[in-house]
């Protein structure tokens, strides 16, 4: 399968030339390796036990290899983490390492930070404008200076096209099979983190069928902040046999670490005046086609409304509105790395306002963002978003509503209404 050139690809293209090493950090099958390849001239696959065997008996393989040198799955042999950063001390000559890598160390595992010397990207699933879907028109960097850039364009992509990118997944290898071979693919994936991915991280896990529930509990709270006990009971209903809360935090923990979860933390603003906020984080999978298989509702049974969430508050939101938002944060993630923004959302305790998405950038202003189904917003949909400017006033950049409608324009009362598909960085 030819490459596709990957929003990452600028960061890399910009930086790597004068940065000794990189890390590419994300799940499996997100496209790492391929992605780092592009720029290697050797590489030492750990997958691989023999190759993994050289570089545990000789360390000093990473500096005598023909550079740029692509480390692939580094956390597989922890102490080249640390060889490379010393490398790097020694001589911080651009473009000498990249490391790849779908978990960082395991509990126990003591490895230097890198800072300074390892700079460190995560590249998740593939983004709405990284999948060719359409030509975006607004770009989340533009928004982010608060200038009030135009905003405009067409689209031809509609609600049941994204229903059917939620179905395909942002997974290069994935996406482009069948829908058949697609699911079988899926499936598959959770099982290999259930029973494989864990168990070679050293995590014990003694009940699958368990954690498979536990799993798909948690999927039905994407885009939610359904508590974790909430989410322990939705997956053993009627059962007074639960696991023990101490296993599955652990399992929670270990999910992350192999970023199969990919929470977004709640924002907490540093020179604001807003209290009562929520530090709950709203719960995503590292793709909404994880959180469709595990769920089983499919393309005919999300268009016609099907699934339940969690919780009685997360049904507030449709399963496929659910899902919708997961898809935007996920594209919406990978636009603000390019623009060296973070990403977070925006609760009351009270949960009588709340913002999808908060993107803050490095001076501190904020593009608040909505997200619904529907494809022209109402002055209703906009509250979370006018209370937010009402609030904190100029350090909000801009205010949007992503949506499945055709046209991107300006509202009257200065909301941007921008098509999911329309959105780049």
Do not use: C
């Given at each position: 399968m030819a490459y596709r050139r990957r929003v990452l690809d600028d960061a890399l293209d910009e930086l790597f030339p004068h940065l000794a090493a990189i890390a590419v950090e994300g799940a499996k099958g997100v496209g790492k390796t391929a992605t780092a390849s592009q720029r290697a001239a050797t590489v030492l696959d750990l997958t691989d036990p023999s190759q993994r065997r050289s570089l545990a008996d000789n360390h000093n393989l990473v500096v005598q290899l023909r550079p740029p040198v692509l480390v692939d799955?580094?956390?597989?042999?922890?102490?080249?983490?640390?060889?490379?950063?010393?490398?790097?001390?020694?001589?911080?000559?651009?473009?000498?390492?990249?490391?790849?890598?779908?978990?960082?160390?395991?509990?126990?595992?003591?490895?230097?930070?890198?800072?300074?010397?390892?700079?460190?990207?995560?590249?998740?699933?593939?983004?709405?404008?990284?999948?060719?879907?359409?030509?975006?028109?607004?770009?989340?960097?533009?928004?982010?200076?608060?200038?009030?850039?135009?905003?405009?364009?067409?689209?031809?992509?509609?609600?049941?096209?994204?229903?059917?990118?939620?179905?395909?997944?942002?997974?290069?290898?994935?996406?482009?099979?069948?829908?058949?071979?697609?699911?079988?693919?899926?499936?598959?994936?959770?099982?290999?983190?259930?029973?494989?991915?864990?168990?070679?991280?050293?995590?014990?896990?003694r009940r699958p069928a368990a954690l498979r529930r536990w799993l798909a509990a948690y999927a039905a709270a994407t885009s939610g902040n359904a508590t974790y006990s909430a989410i322990l009971d939705a997956a053993t209903p009627g059962e007074s046999d639960k696991p023990a809360r101490q296993t599955v935090t652990g399992y929670r923990e270990q999910l992350t670490r192999l970023f199969v979860l990919d929470p977004v933390e709640a924002w907490i603003p540093a020179f604001a005046p807003l209290t009562r906020l929520t530090k709950t984080p709203q719960h995503h999978l590292v793709d909404p086609?994880?959180?469709?298989?595990?769920?089983?509702?499919?393309?005919?049974?999300?268009?016609?409304?099907?699934?339940?969430?969690?919780?009685?508050?997360?049904?507030?939101?449709?399963?496929?509105?659910?899902?919708?938002?997961?898809?935007?944060?996920?594209?919406?993630?990978?636009?603000?790395?390019?623009?060296?923004?973070t990403v977070g959302h925006l609760r009351t305790q009270n949960t009588d306002q709340e913002v999808d998405i908060i993107v803050e950038g490095v001076d501190r202003r904020v593009v608040a963002m909505e997200v619904k189904l529907s494809a022209a917003p109402t002055g209703h949909d906009l509250r979370g978003l006018n209370w937010l400017r009402d609030r904190i006033g100029d350090q909000v950049a801009d205010r949007v509503c992503l949506t499945t409608g055709p046209h991107a324009y300006r509202r009257d009362d200065g909301v941007a209404v921008v098509p999911l598909a329309l959105l780049g960085p």
């Open positions: 799955e580094w956390q597989l042999e922890p102490s080249v983490w640390d060889r490379v950063r010393k490398a790097v001390d020694d001589d911080a000559t651009g473009g000498r390492f990249l490391l790849t890598g779908s978990a960082s160390p395991g509990r126990g595992v003591r490895v230097h930070s890198g800072a300074g010397r390892i700079v460190s990207f995560k590249l998740r699933p593939m983004s709405l404008v990284e999948r060719g879907l359409a030509s975006p028109t607004v770009s989340l960097r533009a928004l982010l200076t608060g200038d009030r850039p135009p905003v405009e364009g067409a689209t031809e992509v509609d609600l049941p096209h994204y229903v059917d990118e939620i179905l395909r997944s942002g997974f290069p290898a994935i996406r482009e099979l069948p829908p058949s071979a697609r699911a079988v693919q899926l499936d598959g994936y959770i099982a290999r983190i259930v029973e494989r991915e864990l168990p070679e991280n050293a995590v014990t896990v086609a994880l959180a469709a298989r595990l769920v089983g509702v499919g393309l005919d049974g999300l268009l016609r409304g099907q699934g339940r969430r969690t919780t009685p508050r997360d049904d507030t939101k449709t399963w496929l509105g659910a899902l919708f938002e997961s898809l935007a944060v996920q594209s919406v993630r990978v636009y603000a790395q390019a623009a060296s923004a």
